[in-house]
């Protein structure tokens, strides 16, 4: 069972993570009536704000509208696949590119001499 699912069995409100990119570093305040800041990066001018679940939508289109918001991300954490098959699978699929790799290269160098 994953971590939504174990939220979605309890009282507690969802949440979901929105990436706001800001025009100028100081339009920050603005966003507070809209949810929880959680990080603010000056250097890159963005926001990530944390909002009701059941408001997505509405403060994306409520963001968007504003002169100060470049660009508004939703988060994607929960369409990764955690699980333990799921990574082990991407690790065997992983060593069998770099085995095929090396002995390409190992070919190649073969060749040459």
Not at 13 to 24: C, G, H, K
Not at 53 to 81: A, M, T
Request: with cysteine.
């Amino acid at each position: 069972m994953g971590v939504e699912e174990d939220l979605a069995n309890k009282n507690i409100i969802q949440r979901q993570s929105l990436t706001v990119y800001l025009n100028s570093i100081s339009d920050q305040y603005k966003l507070r009536r809209y949810g929880d800041i959680v990080y603010f990066s000056k250097k890159f001018a963005y926001c990530i704000l944390y909002v009701n679940k059941k408001e997505i939508e509405q403060v994306c289109q409520d963001l968007n509208s504003h002169d100060f918001v470049k660009k508004v991300e939703k988060s994607n954490w929960n369409q990764i696949n955690l699980s333990s098959d799921h990574i082990e699978n991407q690790i065997r699929d992983l060593a069998k590119k770099a085995e095929k790799t090396l002995q390409e290269r190992q070919e190649d160098t073969e060749q040459i001499l």
